[in-house]
């Protein structure tokens, strides 16, 4: 069975060691390379390239943040696990927003931290439990976000604009868009590329289902009599 090969970086000689003789205890794993600080820590994986680094944050000179960023850049098939004190959701925010793909506090090493180790080289995630809740919130904000800010997009566009839109989603033609609102066919094409812009959108498919997804149904439409 091929191992998993670690590189373990911490500040503490205690805690290297510890970790050595806790992971040494796993078949499927094996330390090849110990590091002090960050600096040492990006020296040794690029001389080493491990499968997984197991990663303090708070070290002398390069801190942990910065040699997870240098490393993941140099070295993308290498996961990086988070080991830190820090139960905080700032630093967890930073660790994952610099490439970091595992977050195991400190005080649950010994029944944590070889699970993700597994899970990180599978290129999966592995959170502290508790952390969950803290990216499921998140998630629920930035969708809350984004509503918002489509909804601020669909109110910039002027009346006239939105007919055409409605027009677009119900499947006319530039021609037929401008036979409906008395509009030269210029007209409606200097309307549909200001619409676009507006909602930055790039494509007739993208503003087609903008449309259906904002709701115009074609009954909203209004036109000239006999048009259906």
Do not use: C, W
């Amino acid at each position: 069975m091929e191992k998993i090969r670690l590189l373990v970086a911490d500040d503490h000689p205690v805690v290297r060691a510890g970790l050595r003789t806790l992971l040494a205890a796993e078949p499927d794993m094996e330390v090849v390379g110990e590091a002090v600080d960050g600096k040492t820590a990006v020296k040794r994986s690029l001389e080493l390239t491990p499968d997984v680094v197991v990663m303090d944050l708070t070290m002398e000179g390069l801190d942990g943040l910065a040699a997870i960023r240098e490393i993941v850049s140099r070295l993308p098939q290498t996961r990086v696990v988070v080991l830190t004190m820090h139960d905080n959701e700032e630093y967890l925010r930073q660790a994952l927003q610099a490439g970091a793909t595992g977050y195991v506090l400190k005080e649950a090493v010994d029944t944590e931290i070889a699970v993700a180790i597994r899970v990180v080289q599978r290129g999966e995630v592995f959170l502290y439990p508790s952390f969950t809740r803290v990216l499921l919130g998140d998630l629920v904000q930035a969708g809350d976000a984004g509503e918002r800010s489509e909804q601020n997009d669909y109110e910039s566009l002027s009346d006239r604009e939105k007919e055409v839109l409605r027009l677009v989603a119900l499947g006319d033609t530039n021609r037929e868009i401008a036979e409906r609102l008395f509009l030269s066919v210029r007209t409606v094409e200097t309307y549909r590329a200001r619409i676009m812009e507006k909602l930055n959108l790039k494509s007739r498919g993208e503003l087609v289902r903008y449309a259906l997804r904002k709701g115009l149904r074609p009954d909203e439409v209004g036109g000239p009599p006999g048009k259906k």
